[in-house]
C-alpha cells in the first residue's frame, strides 16, 4: 500500500481527467458520511414571517378629494407565490414560513407584533402606487430583523424608494424571476443559523482583534466562540477504541486514496483517532466548527478538518478564526465546504496560485475528488492530502476580516499542481487584474494593529496570509449576504 516514490503527476492527473475518477466503494462511502452528518446535533430551522404587501380598492386624494382607484392583487397571484415558497421550504430543509398577512387589511403594528419572535421576514409587494415605504419603516424597523424585500415589475412606482434601505439589513430585489427568492432566501437563514453555533478554537483563536474576541464575536453574529485544550482532545483519544480508528482510517482515507506516498499506515490510522475524538467532543459541545493552533502537534490534524469539510462542518487550521467564521458563512449560505489556502500571485499569468496541505474530498451530494495521501510539506512529517480540483470549475476566494469586510475575488481554475516547494493541494486561480491584487492585497482592511494572540509575528500573519476558497461564484450573493448582516464587500482584484 505504501509508496515510497514521488507521486508521477502525469498518472495522477491522468486518472483523475474531468474529474471522472471515483472508486468502485464510493457510493458507500458518501451514503457513510451522510449518516455521519446527522451524528451532530440539528439545528432549529430559521422562521421566516411572510408578508403581502399592496393596495387594493379605492380611496380619496387627500388634497382633492377625488376618488383614486388601484389596481388590486387576484387571490391566485399569493396562492401561486404561497406554492412556490413551500416547495422553497422542502427544497432547502432547514426553513420554516410563517405568517402570510396581507396589508391591507392586517393592520402594520398588528403584523409587526406577530412577526417580532421570526428570525427574517420575506415581504413581497404586489401592489401600491407609491411603494408604501412608511409601511417598510414601520413593519421591518420597527421588528429590527433581517429582511428580503421582494419587489416584482407592475406593483406600483414605489421600487424608486427602495434604495434609501440599502444599508439597513435588507436584500432588496427588484425583478419578475420568482427563482431569485432561492438565493435571497437562502440567505436569510445565515442569521438564525450564526446564532445556533458553538466554534471551538483549540488553545485559542489566531486573527484580527474582532475575531479572537468571544465578546464581539457574539455580537456580531450571534455565535459562541470557546477555548479548550489540545490535552482535552489527547485525553478522548486514549480511550477510543484502537479497532475503530483502523476502521476510520482504512474505510474512509486508505481505501480511498489514488495513491499513499510518504505516511505509514500507522501514521493514518493515528491521524484517524484524533479526528474521531474532535468528533466526540464537538458532538458533546454541539459545536459547527473548530479552529486549532496545535494542529501542527503529534499528531497533526490535517485529516481532521479535511473529513470535518467532506461533512458539510468546519475545521481550521493553525487557529485561523477569521477563516473559521468565513467558511461558516458560506456552509449556510451556499452549503460549500472552504479550502484554507497560503496563496501566491503570478503576474505574468494574472492568477493566483492556491496551496496548502488541508482540503476537503467532497461536495455535498458530489463525487469525493481524487487524492494522494503525503505528509505535510513544511515539516516532511504527518498526515495530509493532495487532492485534485477540478480544473475549468469557478471558485471564489474569500476572507471575512474584523468581523466586518469580507474580501472577495472570483476566477476560475486553470491547472493543478505538484510544486515541491508549495503545500501538497495546489491548483491555480485566474483573477481579474493580478498586478492590481498584488498592490492591494487585504484591501486596506487588514492593518497590523488588528492582530492579536502571541508568536505575534507568526500570528499576524495569518489574517493577511490565509484565504478560503471555495466551488462557484458567489460575489453578487456574498454582497447580498453583506447587507443582511452587516459586513462591506471588497473585491481585492478589482481596481475601485
Same mark, same amino acid.
Given at each position: 500500500?505504501?509508496?515510497?516514490?514521488?507521486?508521477?503527476?502525469?498518472?495522477?492527473?491522468? /486518472?483523475?481527467? @474531468? $474529474?471522472?475518477?471515483?472508486?468502485?466503494?464510493?457510493? *458507500?462511502?458518501?451514503? =457513510?458520511? #451522510? +449518516?455521519?452528518? %446527522?451524528?451532530?446535533?440539528?439545528?432549529?430551522?430559521?422562521?421566516?414571517?411572510?408578508?403581502?404587501?399592496?393596495?387594493?380598492?379605492?380611496?380619496?386624494?387627500?388634497?382633492?378629494?377625488?376618488?383614486?382607484?388601484?389596481?388590486?392583487?387576484?387571490?391566485?397571484?399569493?396562492?401561486?407565490?404561497?406554492?412556490?415558497?413551500?416547495?422553497?421550504?422542502?427544497?432547502?430543509?432547514?426553513? /420554516?414560513?410563517? @405568517? $402570510?398577512?396581507?396589508?391591507?387589511?392586517?393592520?402594520? *403594528?398588528?403584523?409587526? =407584533?406577530? #412577526? +417580532?419572535?421570526? %428570525?427574517?421576514?420575506?415581504?413581497?409587494?404586489?401592489?401600491?402606487?407609491?411603494?408604501?415605504?412608511?409601511?417598510?419603516?414601520?413593519?421591518?424597523?420597527?421588528?429590527?430583523?433581517?429582511?428580503?424585500?421582494?419587489?416584482?415589475?407592475?406593483?406600483?412606482?414605489?421600487?424608486?424608494?427602495?434604495?434609501?434601505?440599502?444599508?439597513?439589513?435588507?436584500?432588496?430585489?427588484?425583478?419578475?424571476?420568482?427563482?431569485?427568492?432561492?438565493?435571497?432566501?437562502?440567505?436569510?437563514?445565515?442569521?438564525?443559523?450564526?446564532?445556533?453555533?458553538?466554534?471551538?478554537?483549540?488553545?485559542?483563536?489566531?486573527?484580527?482583534?474582532?475575531?479572537?474576541?468571544?465578546?464581539?464575536?457574539?455580537?456580531?453574529?450571534?455565535?459562541?466562540?470557546?477555548?479548550?485544550?489540545?490535552?482535552?482532545?489527547?485525553?478522548?483519544?486514549?480511550?477510543?477504541?484502537?479497532?475503530?480508528?483502523?476502521?476510520?482510517?482504512?474505510?474512509?482515507?486508505?481505501?480511498?486514496?489514488?495513491?499513499?506516498?510518504?505516511?505509514?499506515?500507522?501514521?493514518?490510522?493515528?491521524?484517524?483517532?484524533?479526528?474521531?475524538?474532535?468528533?466526540?467532543?464537538?458532538?458533546?459541545?454541539?459545536?459547527?466548527?473548530?479552529?486549532?493552533?496545535?494542529?501542527?502537534?503529534?499528531?497533526?490534524?490535517?485529516?481532521?478538518?479535511?473529513?470535518?469539510?467532506?461533512?458539510?462542518?468546519?475545521?481550521?487550521?493553525?487557529?485561523?478564526?477569521?477563516?473559521?467564521?468565513?467558511?461558516?458563512?458560506?456552509?449556510?449560505?451556499?452549503?460549500?465546504?472552504?479550502?484554507?489556502?497560503?496563496?501566491?500571485?503570478?503576474?505574468?499569468?494574472?492568477?493566483?496560485v492556491q496551496f496548502h496541505c488541508t482540503s476537503f474530498t467532497q461536495r455535498p451530494g458530489g463525487k469525493r475528488m481524487p487524492f494522494v495521501i503525503r505528509n505535510q510539506t513544511d515539516s516532511g512529517g504527518g498526515v495530509a492530502l493532495q487532492v485534485q480540483w477540478q480544473v475549468g470549475e469557478p471558485v471564489t476566494m474569500a476572507k471575512l476580516v474584523n468581523l466586518d469586510t469580507m474580501l472577495v475575488v472570483p476566477g476560475k481554475i486553470i491547472e493543478t499542481g505538484t510544486n515541491p516547494l508549495a503545500?501538497?493541494?495546489?491548483?491555480?486561480?485566474?483573477?481579474?487584474?493580478?498586478?492590481?491584487?498584488?498592490?492591494?492585497?487585504?484591501?486596506?482592511?487588514?492593518?497590523?494593529?488588528?492582530?492579536?494572540?502571541?508568536?505575534?509575528?507568526?500570528?499576524?500573519?495569518?489574517?493577511?496570509?490565509?484565504?478560503?476558497?471555495?466551488?462557484?461564484?458567489?460575489?453578487?450573493?456574498?454582497?447580498?449576504?453583506?447587507?443582511?448582516?452587516?459586513?462591506?464587500?471588497?473585491?481585492?482584484?478589482?481596481?475601485?
Amino acid at each position: 500500500m505504501r509508496d515510497t516514490d514521488a507521486v508521477n503527476r502525469r498518472e495522477f492527473l491522468g /486518472t483523475a481527467a @474531468g $474529474g471522472s475518477f471515483m472508486l468502485a466503494s464510493q457510493p *458507500a462511502a458518501r451514503s =457513510a458520511a #451522510a +449518516a455521519e452528518r %446527522d451524528a451532530w446535533p440539528k439545528l432549529r430551522p430559521a422562521r421566516i414571517y411572510k408578508v403581502y404587501i399592496g393596495r387594493s380598492g379605492a380611496t380619496k386624494n387627500a388634497r382633492t378629494g377625488a376618488e383614486v382607484r388601484y389596481l388590486t392583487w387576484s387571490n391566485e397571484e399569493i396562492t401561486k407565490l404561497d406554492n412556490y415558497l413551500r416547495d422553497l421550504e422542502k427544497k432547502l430543509g432547514d426553513v /420554516t414560513f410563517v @405568517g $402570510g398577512d396581507t396589508i391591507p387589511p392586517t393592520d402594520v *403594528a398588528e403584523v409587526a =407584533a406577530k #412577526a +417580532a419572535s421570526a %428570525d427574517g421576514m420575506l415581504l413581497t409587494w404586489l401592489s401600491g402606487h407609491g411603494g408604501d415605504y412608511e409601511t417598510l419603516d414601520k413593519l421591518r424597523f420597527g421588528v429590527g430583523m433581517p429582511a428580503v424585500s421582494f419587489f416584482q415589475p407592475f406593483s406600483g412606482h414605489g421600487w424608486m424608494w427602495h434604495q434609501q434601505w440599502k444599508d439597513r439589513k435588507v436584500v432588496l430585489l427588484s425583478t419578475s424571476n420568482l427563482g431569485e427568492l432561492d438565493e435571497a432566501v437562502s440567505l436569510l437563514r445565515v442569521p438564525a443559523l450564526m446564532k445556533q453555533t458553538r466554534i471551538l478554537a483549540v488553545d485559542g483563536p489566531r486573527g484580527t482583534k474582532a475575531a479572537c474576541s468571544p465578546e464581539e464575536v457574539k455580537k456580531k453574529f450571534g455565535a459562541d466562540l470557546v477555548t479548550i485544550k489540545n490535552d482535552q482532545i489527547l485525553e478522548i483519544a486514549k480511550s477510543i477504541d484502537p479497532k475503530a480508528a483502523e476502521a476510520e482510517a482504512q474505510q474512509y482515507w486508505i481505501s480511498q486514496a489514488r495513491k499513499i506516498v510518504e505516511p505509514t499506515r500507522q501514521e493514518i490510522i493515528d491521524s484517524a483517532r484524533y479526528y474521531l475524538a474532535v468528533k466526540q467532543l464537538m458532538i458533546k459541545e454541539n459545536a459547527r466548527g473548530i479552529c486549532s493552533t496545535a494542529c501542527m502537534g503529534v499528531p497533526r490534524g490535517c485529516l481532521t478538518f479535511s473529513k470535518l469539510g467532506d461533512l458539510g462542518l468546519v475545521g481550521a487550521c493553525e487557529g485561523d478564526i477569521d477563516s473559521t467564521l468565513t467558511e461558516l458563512l458560506f456552509a449556510y449560505a451556499f452549503r460549500e465546504p472552504g479550502f484554507i489556502t497560503d496563496p501566491v500571485i503570478d503576474e505574468a499569468r494574472n492568477a493566483v496560485v492556491q496551496f496548502h496541505c488541508t482540503s476537503f474530498t467532497q461536495r455535498p451530494g458530489g463525487k469525493r475528488m481524487p487524492f494522494v495521501i503525503r505528509n505535510q510539506t513544511d515539516s516532511g512529517g504527518g498526515v495530509a492530502l493532495q487532492v485534485q480540483w477540478q480544473v475549468g470549475e469557478p471558485v471564489t476566494m474569500a476572507k471575512l476580516v474584523n468581523l466586518d469586510t469580507m474580501l472577495v475575488v472570483p476566477g476560475k481554475i486553470i491547472e493543478t499542481g505538484t510544486n515541491p516547494l508549495a503545500c501538497r493541494t495546489q491548483f491555480t486561480q485566474t483573477v481579474r487584474d493580478a498586478r492590481h491584487l498584488f498592490m492591494n492585497w487585504g484591501g486596506g482592511a487588514i492593518v497590523p494593529t488588528d492582530f492579536t494572540g502571541n508568536m505575534a509575528q507568526y500570528i499576524g500573519a495569518m489574517p493577511m496570509l490565509h484565504r478560503a476558497v471555495f466551488y462557484g461564484d458567489h460575489v453578487r450573493a456574498l454582497k447580498r449576504l453583506g447587507s443582511l448582516m452587516g459586513f462591506k464587500v471588497i473585491e481585492e482584484d478589482r481596481p475601485a
